[in-house]
């Protein structure tokens, strides 16, 4: 299964590296990470997406909160929360087969960022399931190159 972990760390030198070094020395695989500081001073927030069952994902939560630089982390799993993802696509793109991309593109409420005479840049912002979904319809026509931003994820807001 898919978790999406929210952590949120002291910004000083050699956190990411603690933090990956946790991943790896115990054999567990990132899928996706993002760090950027946040509005408080010093402070920084992963996000991490792993895949494992609830077990192993548990296992991680804990090496994680035992570093002194970890604030907090939350499995986004346990939470109603809203991810996305930025991806751009760069997709062969003849002239026979760009009608078609263009209409996959709009359907999916893309934004070609870059044309040229046989391909267009694609721009896509979403979660996991329409990234995915949009890669397999585009793949058909030729995928030349993808860059990835990885998941960014945050708690929806309480209802009322």
């Known amino acids: 299964m898919r978790h999406t972990l929210s952590v949120t760390v002291e910004n000083e ?9 946790l991943f790896s020395g115990r054999g567990f695989n990132i899928e996706s990470l993002n760090v950027a500081p946040t509005l408080e ?10 895949i494992g069952d609830e077990h192993i994902v548990e296992q991680i939560v804990k090496q994680l909160r035992k570093l002194v630089t970890v604030i907090k982390v939350v499995d986004m799993v346990e939470h109603k929360a809203v991810e996305r993802e930025m ?15 263009l209409r996959i593109v709009d359907i999916f409420r893309c934004k070609v960022v870059d044309v040229s005479p046989d391909e267009l ?40």
């Open 13 to 21: 030198p050699g956190v990411l590296s603690r933090v990956a070094g």
């Open 41 to 50: 001073e010093g402070v920084s927030h992963m996000t991490i997406t792993t």
């Open 87 to 101: 991806v751009i696509l760069k997709v062969n793109a003849e002239d026979n087969k760009r009608a078609e991309i």
């Open 121 to 160: 840049s694609i721009e896509v912002t979403g979660d996991h399931g329409k990234i995915e979904a949009l890669i397999n319809l585009l793949t058909r026509f030729g995928i030349k190159e993808v860059a990835r931003t990885g998941t960014v994820a945050m708690k929806r807001a309480l209802q009322v």
